[in-house]
């Protein structure tokens, strides 16, 4: 089992930055990869960005160049770095990870940027 504890989250201006932090706990060894999704009203969730344990990271074309993913395997924790915020990001981000075959989510930590 691994657990998925999200924070960072917050309401912001557009154009502004956020970071939202991941830590996992429990049988984190098995962890192949991580990652962030999002979920806005009335839409399918959808990938933001992953990175797997070896640090390679993956982006959604609607967020590359805006937005970081990064790991502090020390701590067990994945960040995202969010800059440039759009109003279209608004959304409940969701920590991912992937133990195949199985995927785990944290709770979800709301994003909400202001026009």
């Known amino acids: 089992q691994v657990r998925l504890v999200e924070s960072g989250g917050g309401l912001v201006h557009s154009g502004g930055s956020l970071r939202l932090s991941c830590q996992a706990s429990?049988?984190?060894?098995?962890?192949?990869?991580m990652g962030w999704y999002r979920q806005a009203p009335g839409k399918e969730r959808e990938l933001v960005a992953t990175i797997t344990t070896g640090g390679t990271p993956n982006y959604s074309d609607s967020v590359w160049g805006r937005f970081t993913i990064s790991r502090d395997a020390a701590k067990n924790t994945v960040y995202l770095q969010m800059n440039s915020l759009k109003p279209e990001d608004t959304a409940v981000y969701y920590c991912?990870?992937?133990?195949?075959?199985?995927?785990?989510w944290g709770q979800g930590t709301q994003v909400t940027v202001s026009s």
């Open positions: 991912n990870a992937a133990i195949s075959p199985s995927t785990y």
């Open positions: 429990g049988s984190i060894g098995r962890i192949s990869a």
